[in-house]
Structures are given as structure tokens and as C-alpha cells.
């Protein structure tokens, strides 16, 4: 079974994609898994909670996941802006995590 078919079946997001995982070595090795959000998603607002159009993209962010087997996991996303007609540009509202926190909610 792959890891991807596991974080489906535990931690499984609309509109978002576990697209690759990797480990990364140092002087603890972690893995890294990279999140994009699913083709025909729009975002949502993290305001008003509407979905809205698609502005951009802000710099890749890390976010701490539940460790796995005692290997730290590591999602990695960039986040994407929302031009929301009520409340303007806007970050978009990421399931995983409450605000500007870098660990997840789960």
C-alpha cells in the first residue's frame, strides 16, 4: 500500500491533491509531502468562507503533520490568493489549519 493511498483513506481533503512525497535527509530524516489543490477547485475565502476566483499564489508553506512510524511528516502548500467580491484579496481557507498556526489541525 503507498503512503498517498493512506493519507487518502486518514486525512482526506476536497479540493486538494497529495501530489508527491518525498523523504528528505539531514540530521533527522522527515517526509515531505507536497499539496496542490485539485484542478477544478476554486478557493475559498477565508473571510466569508465563499468560494471565489483564483489571484495568485503566495511562497510554499510548511505545515507539521502527525508523525508516521515516528518519521516527522511535513505538508508543504502554496497557498493560494482569492479575490472575494465581499471581502477583497483574501488568503484562502486551507482545511488543515486554523489561521496562521503551522501545525495541523489534526
Not at 475559498?44 to 511562497?59: F, K, N
Amino acid at each position: 500500500m503507498q503512503l498517498k493511498t493512506i493519507l487518502n483513506a486518514v486525512e482526506k481533503h476536497a479540493g486538494f491533491v497529495y501530489e508527491r512525497i518525498r523523504f528528505v535527509d539531514g540530521p533527522v530524516r522527515k517526509l515531505e509531502v507536497l499539496v496542490r489543490p485539485r484542478a477544478s477547485s476554486r478557493p475559498v475565502c477565508s473571510g466569508c468562507l465563499r468560494r471565489g476566483r483564483g489571484y495568485d499564489r503566495l511562497a510554499e508553506r510548511r505545515f507539521d503533520f502527525l508523525p508516521l512510524w515516528g518519521i516527522p511528516v511535513f505538508l508543504s502548500y502554496a497557498m493560494r490568493r482569492v479575490d472575494c467580491r465581499r471581502c477583497g484579496v483574501t488568503v484562502e481557507l486551507v482545511p488543515w489549519s486554523d489561521g496562521k498556526s503551522p501545525t495541523t489541525t489534526t
